[in-house]
């Protein structure tokens, strides 16, 4: 069985801090998917990244950056110098394949000024 | 240009209305999805459309109706709802080339429904 975990439930920064937000994930399959989606208070969810399973390498996008560790089954993002508009709920998710993505719980983040 | 429209925005229906949700797509995805998503919940699936056929419900309630016109829309008919449907219908689509695809979805801004 697939499973996402998000244990943080809610993080509270003040703004231009660096936050980490946490995903761990079980499978048993070799290759699957890992993605990460922000869902800010109007509802939309927002595509951040993919990243398939045999691909460790670490990303940086802007202020964003992730991290993917095979040997501990987590796929971590980090925020840099987090902003207000950053304040979203965040979502992890795995795809192993017949279009079924399952989703953490989500992390709500609030960035204060 | 990934973008996935939804209408309407928000929805109030009655529990004897009929209602209809649309999603739009002009990416040229093969598949195309419903989901549901309860206040501080993830979103769950409830069916998918790969090539205009039905190829996942989720033991959706026959109360929910899916519908894919032709391979940029897709509807959901609502009859007969309880309160406990209350929720953000996310819309999303997917190249997909086959059923095994894991690409990305894109998701449309969702339709916010009370039942009331």
């Known amino acids: 069985a697939q499973k996402v975990t998000q244990a943080q439930t809610e993080i509270s920064v003040v703004e231009k801090e660096d936050v980490t937000l946490d995903c761990v994930y079980e499978t048993r399959d070799t290759t699957y998917y890992l993605f990460w989606y922000k869902q800010p208070p109007s509802g939309e969810l927002v595509f951040l990244i993919r990243r398939n399973s045999f691909d460790e390498q670490n990303e940086i996008s802007g202020r964003y950056s992730w991290n993917f560790q095979k040997s501990t089954s987590s796929f971590n993002f980090t925020i840099t110098a987090s902003q207000v508009v950053d304040s979203a709920v965040y979502f992890c998710?795995?795809?192993?394949?017949?279009?079924?993505?399952?989703f953490g719980t989500g992390t709500r983040l609030l960035v204060s000024p | 240009d990934t973008e996935v429209t939804q209408t309407p925005k928000h929805l109030v229906m009655g529990m004897t209305n009929k209602k209809s949700l649309k999603c739009e797509q002009h990416?040229?995805?093969?598949?195309m999805y419903w989901y549901k998503q309860k206040a501080k919940k993830p979103p769950e699936l409830m069916f998918v459309y790969s090539y205009e056929k039905l190829s996942i419900n989720e033991s959706v309630p026959s109360r929910f109706s899916p519908e894919c016109p032709n391979s940029s829309l897709l509807n959901l008919h609502l009859h007969a709802l309880q309160p406990e449907d209350s929720a953000l219908y996310l819309c999303?689509?997917?190249?997909?080339?086959?059923?095994?695809?894991?690409?990305?979805?894109?998701f449309g801004p969702g339709t916010r429904l009370t039942v009331l």
């Open positions: 998710a795995l795809n192993t394949g017949f279009q079924k993505l399952v």
């Open positions: 999303a689509s997917s190249q997909d080339e086959t059923s095994e695809s894991t690409d990305t979805q894109y």
């Open positions: 990416m040229g995805h093969r598949a």
